[in-house]
């Protein structure tokens, strides 16, 4: 301080002092503020407003995670997504529609059954059932050749299965939007009748 009153004179060091003064008020002030607002940041996360918020973004999040692993799982097949997306955006335009229908309805739960499916589907096309050579005269590769028969004739069954409930999916998701769209157009009053009615009067 000594040095600086000798090299730029008394008046210079009383600024310096101001200055440092101000500027620790500055810091105080500004941690005051800092704690009021976390203090209010803190009150605002115990709210019930927030914390629904909070529950819903999760959830949110959980949604779309559970999606993205859907679709890498197709993917990883090579097995086209054109399929779910489209069972997707029906669950998407469902909830869109009726939020509340998730309390009863599992909707996540079909697109997950969707993707096994897809994938039970392209495992009996991949399987290699072509049947025997026509010549398989040796009992054991006649016994081999009935064996691979029943397997194809079961997998057949399976893909035809498996097929069905896939279309049975998404048919079903096409009901539940037409359902909750129907709820919407019901008109419960009727002016017109009303009017007439009160002219006959």
Same mark, same amino acid.
């Given at each position: 301080?000594?040095?600086?009153?000798?090299?730029?004179?008394?008046?210079?060091?009383?600024?310096?002092?101001?200055?440092?003064?101000?500027?620790?008020?500055?810091?105080?002030?500004?941690?005051?503020?800092?704690?009021?607002?976390?203090?209010?940041?803190?009150?605002?996360?115990?709210?019930?407003?927030?914390?629904?918020?909070?529950?819903?973004?999760?959830?949110?999040?959980?949604?779309?995670?559970?999606?993205?692993?859907?679709?890498?799982?197709?993917?990883?097949?090579?097995?086209?997504?054109?399929?779910?997306?489209?069972?997707?955006?029906?669950?998407?335009?469902?909830?869109? /529609?009726? %939020? $509340?229908?998730? *309390?009863?309805?599992?909707?996540?739960?079909? #697109?997950? &059954?969707?993707? @096994?499916?897809? +994938? =039970?589907?392209?495992?009996?096309?991949?399987?290699?059932?072509?049947?025997?050579?026509?010549?398989? /005269?040796? %009992? $054991?590769?006649? *016994?081999?050749?009935?064996?691979?028969?029943? #397997?194809? &004739?079961?997998? @057949?069954?399976? +893909? =035809?299965?498996?097929?069905?409930?896939?279309?049975?999916?998404?048919?079903?998701?096409?009901?539940?939007?037409?359902?909750?769209?129907?709820?919407?157009?019901?008109?419960?009053?009727?002016?017109?009748?009303?009017?007439?009615?009160? +002219?006959?009067?």
């Amino acid at each position: 301080m000594q040095a600086l009153a000798r090299r730029y004179g008394v008046w210079s060091s009383t600024a310096v002092m101001v200055g440092g003064v101000a500027v620790l008020e500055g810091l105080v002030a500004g941690l005051t503020l800092l704690g009021a607002t976390l203090v209010a940041a803190w009150g605002a996360l115990r709210s019930k407003g927030f914390r629904a918020w909070l529950d819903r973004y999760a959830v949110r999040q959980a949604a779309s995670a559970r999606r993205d692993r859907r679709e890498d799982r197709l993917e990883a097949a090579s097995i086209s997504k054109h399929g779910l997306a489209f069972a997707t955006v029906l669950v998407d335009r469902i909830t869109d /529609s009726d %939020p $509340t229908i998730e *309390r009863y309805i599992d909707l996540e739960s079909l #697109l997950d &059954r969707y993707v @096994e499916l897809e +994938l =039970a589907i392209a495992r009996c096309i991949g399987l290699d059932l072509a049947p025997s050579c026509p010549d398989a /005269s040796s %009992p $054991t590769r006649m *016994r081999i050749s009935n064996y691979a028969l029943a #397997l194809r &004739r079961d997998a @057949e069954v399976r +893909l =035809a299965n498996a097929r069905d409930e896939l279309a049975s999916i998404t048919d079903l998701l096409r009901l539940i939007l037409a359902r909750s769209e129907m709820a919407k157009i019901e008109l419960v009053d009727d002016p017109v009748a009303d009017t007439v009615a009160l +002219l006959e009067v």
